[in-house]
């Protein structure tokens, strides 16, 4: 890109006294993800509480789920953690037989430093199931970094790449009737290294990205995780990897030094310009140029009309709590809207770098500011910031969302961007559903004519005096 | 170690957030990690609370842990005293940071000196208490901290009857609707309430709990060592009989006449109130429950059995209104409140035909497959387990769930509690003629019709991939999306639904 910098992008960072979800979370989608798996957290009540309650995760997932609850006998070490591990695994085993176990390291085995990596293949040799040890502890990550955890311990399992390159040149016949590719009914894939792409999403997400990379006539051979612990992608020297979630900056990290797979440093896709900027990343990388994307792309805003009219010039505030906020900001700027403030819990600037980019290009195509970017933000300076901004909306934790409601700003619970289909070129309206949703709600209210019985402008206030 | 799933109660420092975020102007702060302060969300969701939650963390890092949290603790009491004022912080850890046995006690010390605000330290033991003991002990610790910090205490009692109603918590299951209810009932008898705690008071009104001539006690989980220290310091009596379901109602009423005439001091009252004539109005014509029950609606539960399991009031509550209130059988009764077994199984004897205390659901679920009842009267859980069971359940205590915040008046306690419990107890059967016309039409099911899709000549193929593909969508929108694809499928004649055929639909239609 030729365009001049007008502004760079500063990190900010404040006390880290926010609220967000603890990265043990990362069990409500992983189990559902990986079907042969089974997720064992070692923790506290307070732990199990939490995905009980925050979460519901209990009931639902107990087929492949449970929590080891230390007590205080395991707390004094007065008890074998092995001895009470292999019980529990052993019961595991026998009730569920699940492919891979995964104990989750919370931060009471942190503290009381029980030595899980240590026991883990000892045990694995003498039950004979694998088991992964990931430690998502809220001393050291923040709610999606649990994936990231997890994903980094996965990636160490993943079979040694064979045969780097040079492989059969594959064909498959497939009936595609799109204008698109009308007059191909055989799509064939270049020949190029192995590319296996890393975050966990839904199966149909991961075949829409799927279906995107084929029409370049690029295979992704493998997915981390895959559906089955059995199918984990090959890696090694040659293999060319790349993010598909914001969170995973531990998981490229082991990638590249411990696999020694090519990592290609992408924007991540989310927004149709994020996912053309996804697939353009990509191609080059295999020599491969890039195909009618903008077309696509044009085609995706085209259809995005209805909803661009809606959130144009709206402003929006990012408390920060998933760390998907930089992707999701830059697609609303693309939108047209105003962001005042991205909050962020971390933020890896090479890991991120082309999102990063991409966010200051959008702001220089779109004539905004580069919003603030707060890493570790201070959710009581953010209240005092809103409280002067007025934002249209603020995207943010639980727990803020019917205080901030209550005074006048629409709120959207960022989890839901977390649970939500939000990649790729079709999910794009998703996106703007869930940022729209509470906009189009308060104009449904307003046009109710019982505006007496609510406050309208925006008014911000807090209950306690502020000193 | 031990396998759990589901926890009926919560971790210790959940009762002590409870207690602090119930009563007005106090900041609670947790000593924590970050994302143990999900209390934070449980509150702001189902209490659709419309001010911050007063609790925050002091978040323990691994700076933490190689330095110690002494500074960042002191640090950010004195900035919430500053930014928040509060008459009161206390601090608690969580069960994770309670491991790191740091002086707590000693910081808040340390804090207190400098802060405006009293600073106190919730001693609890997170291995030992669970969420409901932890409540109970906090709010004995806030009041008596009080009374004990006023040297001038103001000893008399009110010449009117008068009563302070002590563990009306936030969270706390239809605690605000019988509350309310509460306040209906002593204003009939004309006795004045002196104080509510926790919920909605102030910490400084503890030093004025003396002053009333009784104390009652809703439920026996928050507010019994409260009430038992008010008693040894000051001699109050206390009224512990839940005021639910009619003939504990009467019990309670008689007991309450009994505080009153405890104390030596003269009661001066303009009315003079006949319990006894009041309990029979109310029993009679106010509460519809008595007579409902001998209705020829609710014939149909004879030869019904139920199994109620909950915390100790309400199960032994419910119980001993489907017993001896509504003629209905009760299998199997159970509490998780283990450390009042044997207050529960003394009040439940006569009334049920098994006793069950535990704090594992699937020793529940157990029980519920095994006696196979009509209806359970019991928590989420077993709503959840009735669920898998096909067998009706009415939620009837803690833990809560968003339902259980209900805007409408739904009281367990007082008169009109009965009669909502009767509403409970008769809409969880099906009864009647619905009963009787589930026989005749083979059930409510009418799945089969709805996914019948609507008639047309040539249906789209779809290949096993997109078949795949279809059956890894969410069951309840996996029709629509089927029915949108084939739309768009025989719109553009295609006749081979593919994944790709999927996706361009998905685009196309959205």
Known sequence: MSTKIVETITLECETGNYHSFCPISCVSWLYQKIEDSFFLVVGTKTCGYFLQNALGVMIFAEPRYAMAELEEGDISAHLNDYEELKTLCIRIRKDRDPSVIIWIGTCTTEIIKMDLEGMAPKLEYEIGVPILVARANGLDYAFTQGEDTVLAVMAHRCPDQELPIGESKETKTKLFPFPLLKEKNLVEYANHPPLVIFGSLPSNLVSQLDTELRRQFIKVSGWLPAQRYADLPSLGDGVYVCGVNPFLSRTATTLIRRKKCELIVAPFPIGPDGTRAWIERICPVFGIEAQSLEEREERIWESLKDYLDLVRGKSVFFMGDNLIEISIARFLIRCGMIVYEIGIPYMDKRYQAAELALLQNTCIRMCMPIPRIVEKPDNSNQIRRMRELQPDLAITGMAHANPLGARGIGTKWSVEFTFAQIHGFANARDVLELVTRPLRRNENLDNLDRTTLVRKNNELYTSTPVK | ?510
């Open chain 2, 1 to 510: 170690m031990k396998l759990a799933h589901w926890m009926y109660a919560g971790p210790a420092h959940i009762g002590t957030l409870r207690v602090a975020s119930s009563f007005k102007n106090v900041h609670a702060i947790m000593h924590a990690p970050l994302g143990d302060d999900y209390f934070n969300v449980m509150r702001s969701m189902l209490e659709r609370e419309r001010n911050f939650t007063p609790a925050t963390a002091s978040i323990v890092d691994r700076h933490v842990l190689a330095r110690g949290s002494r500074k960042r603790v002191v640090d950010h009491i004195i900035r919430k005293d500053k930014e928040e004022g509060p008459d009161l912080i206390i601090l608690t850890p969580t069960c994770t940071s309670s491991i790191l046995q740091e002086d707590l006690k000693n910081f808040v010390d340390r804090a207190s000196i400098i802060s405006d605000c009293n600073v106190i330290f919730a001693d609890v033991d997170h291995y030992q208490v669970n969420e409901i003991q932890a409540a109970d002990r906090t709010l004995e610790q806030v009041v008596r901290y009080y009374l004990e910090k006023s040297h001038t205490l103001d000893q008399f009692v009110t010449d009117a009857p008068s009563v302070n109603i002590i563990g009306i918590l936030t969270l706390g299951f239809h605690n605000r609707h019988d509350c309310r209810e509460l306040r209906r009932l002593l204003k009939d008898l004309d006795i004045r309430i002196n104080q509510i705690i926790p919920e909605g008071g102030s910490v400084e009104d503890p030093k004025n709990l003396p002053k009333a001539r009784f104390n009652l006690i809703p439920y026996r989980e928050v507010g019994l060592m409260t009430a038992m220290y008010l008693n040894k310091e000051f001699g109050m009596p206390y009224v512990s009989t839940t005021p639910m379901g009619a003939v504990d109602m009467a019990e309670c009423i008689r007991q309450i006449k009994k505080s009153l005439e405890t104390l030596a001091a003269p009661i001066l009252s303009s009315k003079r109130v006949d319990y006894e004539s009041y309990i029979d109005g109310q029993t009679r014509f106010v509460s519809q429950a008595a007579w409902f029950s001998r209705s020829i609606d609710c014939q149909n539960f004879t030869g019904k059995e139920t199994v109620v399991f909950g915390d100790a009031t309400h199960a032994a509550s419910i119980t001993k209104i489907l017993a001896r209130e509504m003629g209905i059988r009760v299998s199997c009764t159970g509490t998780y409140c283990k450390h009042d077994a044997e207050w529960f199984k003394e009040q439940i004897k006569d009334f049920c035909d098994e006793i069950i205390i535990t704090d594992d659901h699937a020793e529940v679920g157990d029980i519920i497959s095994r006696v196979e009842p009509s209806a359970i009267f019991g928590t989420q859980m077993e709503r959840h387990i009735g669920k898998r069971l096909e067998i009706p359940c009415g939620v009837i205590s803690a833990p809560a769930h968003i339902q259980n915040f209900s805007l409408g008046y739904r009281p367990f306690l007082g008169y009109e509690g009965t009669n909502q419990i009767a509403d409970l107890v008769y809409n969880s059967f099906a009864l009647g003629m619905e009963d009787h016309l589930l026989d005749i039409f083979c059930g409510h099911d009418t799945k089969e019709i709805m996914t019948k899709s609507l008639s047309t000549d040539i249906s789209p193929i779809w290949d096993p991939e997109s078949r795949q593909e279809l059956g890894k969508i969410p069951r309840f929108v996996r029709d629509e999306v089927k029915r949108n694809t084939e739309k768009f499928a025989r719109r553009k004649g295609i006749l081979n639904v593919t994944v790709e055929v999927m996706h361009a639909a998905k685009e196309a239609l959205s």
